[in-house]
């Protein structure tokens, strides 16, 4: 199993401590251990590869745990949702990442990461001309990765002419 990074994992784990006293709920192994698991992972997720990979891995948690779990992990800002156009939504950890903006392939779904500092700079100007506090932003690039051997591409249907017969 891969290792969560220590230092953004046990920051993380604080965040997560002083959040759930704050809001006066319980601290539970399920949670800490949702909060490992996600830490431990370089990808974007969806909620049934997190619980499938949780289960996998003999953890006892419910499909509904990891949902609740989400949630708070969102609310803390340790853990990103984001609605990639298509009706399942993808999390990724947040504390420790650095900004980024993404590339989203039309073709084969596959997500992609990419940081331009120029972008950074946009923003801080559009928040001083209109004189606006910007806390983050969502940037998607929606297209085709236009690689020959993707395997995730599904092929596009063949046009196929239908021949009736009189009997």
């Known amino acids: 199993m891969p290792q969560a990074s220590?230092?953004?994992?046990?920051?993380?784990?604080?965040?997560?401590?002083?959040?759930l006293e704050n809001k006066g709920l319980r601290k539970t192994p399920e949670r800490f251990a949702i909060l490992e698991e996600i830490y431990t992972r370089e990808d974007h997720f969806d909620v049934d590869e997190l619980y499938i990979?949780?289960?996998?891995?003999?953890y006892r948690v419910s499909r509904a745990t990891v949902y609740n779990t989400l949630d708070v992990l969102v609310d803390c800002d340790l853990v990103t949702k984001h609605q990639f156009g298509k009706n399942l939504a993808q999390f990724e950890k947040s504390y420790g990442n650095k900004q980024h903006d993404h590339l989203i392939c039309t073709d084969c779904h596959k997500v992609?990461?990419?940081?331009?500092?120029?972008?950074q700079s946009i923003q801080n100007m559009v928040g001083e001309m209109l004189n606006f506090s910007v806390m983050h932003h969502s940037l998607i690039f929606y297209g085709n990765c236009n690689k020959e051997n993707c395997q995730n591409r599904t092929e596009a249907p063949r046009e196929t002419t239908a021949v009736y017969e009189d009997r």
């Open 112 to 119: 992609m990461e990419f940081c331009d500092p120029r972008i």
């Open 53 to 58: 990979s949780m289960k996998n891995k003999r």
């Open 6 to 19: 220590k230092p953004n994992f046990e920051a993380a784990k604080k965040i997560l401590t002083a959040y």
